[in-house]
């Protein structure tokens, strides 16, 4: 999804960085890699957790992106079978206007393009999702996120590079996938779909929320008693998705750092009691960063500040992102401290997860404390 930092996160070890490298395997190996897969999500799949304190969620972060590449099928099967209470899809189009899963609206952050199709470059050298149409997107092999300009992983100690056979989903094969999970294991996971670059998609002649609006309703997903967030930076957007194209799902309002720029959407305001009574008048949520619930650290405890509480005083949901178990500010020991800080004492409904299993598994904990 995003990442915004204070001082206090801003010392995190690990940074996102982006481009390309490459490993080739055998066929033998690239075949136990994917038996491997298949067997160790089957297995997880069996022993599917139950819910657990359902006044407050855990969110895959792009599925379950500290374990397997973020936005394939594999990896939301993962976070399914992991007991996460919603996934979460970044949805971008392709040039055949159709809605599919990736965070961002370039692709060579995560893919092979510039080996699969070199030439297909826009003039400032990057590779756009929507100058693809779903046919040539499936071409390509999707691996860890990395460093467009050196080829290096984001996160080196996690999903080996160009290991695997993993594609580029449509929404639609996603919504089929996750509500085919839910019919057999009996674990009824959500959905947390965020319309990316709403602007510049109609920039480009493409109308992304109505497009996406449109699958949602095909798929069951239309009311507040859905399981479905739908969730967007641009402000402008969120609201011409209740008031113009009629939206009567629950809405988040993401939040980013107000010094960053983002089409119309002034993030100081909305951060403040007059912007978040106003936008309690259009959505029913925030999704802020983590450095905009927890202020820093004294000592042994954290500090925070007032956005919870002031976002619960106008019935906006809270949900935080994002914990990452193996990325943690320094002086953090664990993400259980984190999920600690976020849900139980800075008071949010829910958090966003790289490794929702250890999410789940601190909620249950505290279920079996009480």
């Given amino acids: 999804m995003r990442t ?23 066929d033998h190996h690239q075949l136990n890699v994917k038996s491997w897969t298949v067997i160790g999500i089957l297995a997880i799949l ?45 949805l971008v189009l392709s040039k055949d206007g159709i809605p599919v899963v990736l965070h ?74 996750i509500q085919g999970l839910n019919h057999t294991t009996g674990h009824n996971a959500g959905i947390y779909p965020e319309i990316k670059s709403p602007a510049w998609h109609r920039e480009q002649g493409k109308d992304l929320s109505r497009i996406v609006l449109q699958v949602l309703g095909r798929y069951g997903y239309r009311t507040k008693t859905d399981k479905v967030f739908l969730q967007c930076f641009d402000y402008q957007e ?55 619930v927890i202020s820093g650290r004294n000592g042994e405890r954290f500090t925070f500040t007032d956005l919870v509480k002031t976002a619960h005083e106008f019935k906006l949901e809270v949900h935080p992102y994002t914990i990452r178990t193996d990325d943690l500010p320094r002086g953090v020991a664990s993400g259980e401290e984190l999920f600690r800080a976020c849900l139980v004492e800075a008071g949010a409904d829910g958090v966003f997860t790289d490794q929702p299993n250890r999410g789940v598994a601190f909620l249950r904990s505290q279920t079996m404390s009480k």
């Fill in 238 to 292: 969120v609201k011409r998705l209740r008031t113009e194209l009629g939206y009567q799902g629950r809405l988040i309002q993401l939040l980013a750092d107000p010094k960053s720029s983002q089409a119309g959407t002034d993030f100081a305001f909305l951060l403040s009691r007059a912007g978040l009574a106003e936008l309690a008048q259009v959505a029913d949520g925030i999704g802020p960063s983590l450095a905009q």
């Fill in 46 to 90: 069996v022993s599917a957790t139950a819910e657990v304190l359902p006044s407050k969620i855990i969110i895959a972060h792009r599925g379950a992106s500290g374990y397997l590449p973020e936005h394939t099928l594999p990896g939301k099967a993962l976070a399914h079978g992991m007991g996460a209470d919603y996934l979460e899809q970044d």
């Fill in 4 to 26: 915004s930092k204070n001082n206090f996160f801003r010392n995190s070890p690990a940074r996102e960085r982006q481009s390309i490298g490459r490993r080739k395997l055998s």
């Fill in 104 to 177: 961002d609206i370039v692709i060579d952050t995560v893919t092979d393009v510039a080996k699969r199709f070199p030439e297909r470059k826009r003039a400032d050298g990057r590779y756009y999702a929507l100058d693809f149409t779903v046919a040539e997107l499936k071409q390509l092999q999707v691996t860890e996120r990395f460093d467009h300009r050196t080829g290096k992983p984001v996160f080196p100690a996690r999903f080996p590079q160009w290991q695997g056979a993993f594609q580029i989903p449509t929404f639609e094969e996603e919504l089929q996938f």
